[in-house]
Nanobody
């Protein structure tokens, strides 16, 4: 059974940091790219970042570039999203998703991902 489990969300103040984890199981980690999305109340799901399994390349949305860092730990089948200098507008439910090895080229297109986690809430207070 394929599973993606996010963790690490919480309530922080503006300027603080959080690290989200996405633990994957049930599929060959090396064959997939992992993306992070977020969805705030009343807004569309937004692609945040993506990491390719084949070459480790990364991509970021402009809104998080320079503040967020995506990384992977292959032996642990886990992808991380380090979020620094958090802003109130980063408040959302954050989801990780797995797709084919080249989905990062269209990381913002949620329909191309095959598997999704249940999400973790991130709340940033001002």
């Amino acid at each position: 059974e394929v599973q993606l489990v996010e963790s690490g969300g919480g309530l922080v103040q503006a300027g603080e940091s959080l690290r989200l984890s996405c633990a994957a199981s049930g599929f060959t980690f090396d064959d997939y790219a992992i993306g992070w999305f977020r969805q705030a109340p009343g807004k569309e799901r937004e692609g945040v970042s993506c990491i390719s399994s084949n070459d480790g390349s990364t991509v970021y949305a402009d809104s998080v570039k320079g503040r967020f860092t995506i990384s992977s730990d292959k032996p642990k089948n886990t992808v991380y999203l380090q979020m620094n200098s958090l802003k109130p507008e980063d408040t959302a439910v954050y989801y990780c998703a797995a797709g084919g090895p080249f989905v990062c080229s269209y990381y913002y297109t949620f329909k191309i991902y095959d598997y999704w986690g249940q999400g973790t809430q991130v709340t940033v207070s001002s």
